[in-house]
């Protein structure tokens, strides 16, 4: 037996679930769908920007069946993995991704002065 003696505080239930919550997103290509999404294969299309919320995300959750309660979760995980927004859950939680390839070439290449991602203001 496994019970649980004290309520679990929201930090526990997350990193309980985040195993579960990875390997479902790893199932559906979420990570793959959003890399597509932010950083295209063919340069000649220019990429949707991240605008510093989840609406890649939310668009590619919905489409792989994610209900809204369950998108919660997947978010509240994603940013305790340091993915606040759809860049981040690319630059942090992913860990390849050609977003993150390109920015390290185009750092290796001596294009420091672009910086391809800077802190969005978030809204409330
Ligand atoms: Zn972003």
Same mark, same amino acid.
């Given at each position: 037996? =496994?019970? &649980?003696?004290?309520?679990?505080?929201?930090?526990?239930? @997350?990193?309980? @679930?985040?195993?579960?919550?990875?390997?479902?997103?790893? &199932?559906?290509? =979420?990570?793959?769908?959003?890399? *597509?999404?932010?950083?295209?294969?063919?340069?000649?299309?220019?990429?949707?920007?991240?605008?510093? #919320?989840?609406? !890649?995300?939310?668009? @590619? !959750?919905?489409?792989? *069946? =994610?209900? !809204?309660?369950?998108?919660?979760?997947?978010?509240?995980?994603?940013?305790?993995?340091?993915?606040?927004?759809?860049?981040? @859950?690319?630059?942090?939680?992913?860990?390849?991704? +050609? !977003?993150?390839?390109?920015?390290? +070439?185009?750092?290796?290449? *001596?294009?420091?002065?672009? #910086?391809?991602?800077?802190?969005?203001?978030?809204?409330?």
């Amino acid at each position: 037996m =496994f019970a &649980r003696m004290e309520s679990a505080s929201d930090d526990d239930l @997350i990193s309980s @679930i985040t195993p579960d919550v990875m390997k479902c997103l790893g &199932r559906c290509g =979420f990570l793959e769908k959003l890399d *597509g999404l932010l950083s295209p294969e063919e340069n000649s299309t220019p990429s949707p920007s991240c605008d510093g #919320t989840y609406k !890649l995300s939310k668009s @590619i !959750l919905n489409g792989a *069946g =994610f209900d !809204l309660a369950e998108l919660t979760d997947v978010l509240a995980v994603l940013q305790s993995k340091g993915g606040c927004c759809d860049c981040e @859950i690319l630059y942090n939680v992913a860990e390849t991704s +050609r !977003l993150k390839a390109k920015y390290w +070439r185009s750092r290796a290449s *001596g294009e420091a002065a672009h #910086t391809p991602h800077t802190p969005h203001p978030r809204p409330n």
